[in-house]
């Protein structure tokens, strides 16, 4: 088993940044793939980006590229989600999740096994 705790959610200006953490216990998930998801007020959740254990390669979904960065410590058994240049659209419950075996597409939620219970990020205009 696993435990995902996600923090650093909050309301910022569009333009602004967060950092989100999600710190993992009861196991290391030095070995696994990590991804960050989201999912905003009535539609499905999304993938935003996705590290291997080695952080090679990474992964992002084309609306954000550029803007997020996603990092692991596998020292402090976390990964991170750097968000800059944050728009409204950004606006979502943010979720980490672990993948325990490497079938399948890491952009699909369905493949991951452990989830937290996710951040609230607001942007506003």
């Known amino acids: 088993q696993v435990q995902l705790v996600e923090s650093g959610g909050g309301l910022v200006q569009a333009g602004g940044s967060l950092r989100l953490s999600c710190a993992a216990s009861g196991r290391s998930i030095s070995s696994y793939e990590m991804g960050w998801f989201r999912q905003a007020p009535g539609k499905e959740r999304e993938f935003v980006a996705a590290?291997?254990?080695?952080?090679?390669?990474?992964s992002y979904i084309d609306s954000v590229r550029g803007r997020f960065t996603i990092s692991r410590d596998n020292d402090k058994n976390s990964v991170y989600l750097q968000m800059n240049s944050l728009k409204p659209e950004d606006t979502a419950v943010y979720y980490c999740?672990?993948?325990?075996?490497?079938?399948?597409?890491?952009?699909?939620?369905?493949?991951?096994?452990?989830w937290g219970q996710g951040t609230q990020v607001t942007v506003s205009s």
């Open positions: 590290i291997r254990w080695n952080s090679i390669p990474t």
């Open positions: 999740a672990v993948r325990i075996s490497n079938s399948g597409s890491r952009t699909n939620p369905s493949q991951y096994d452990y």
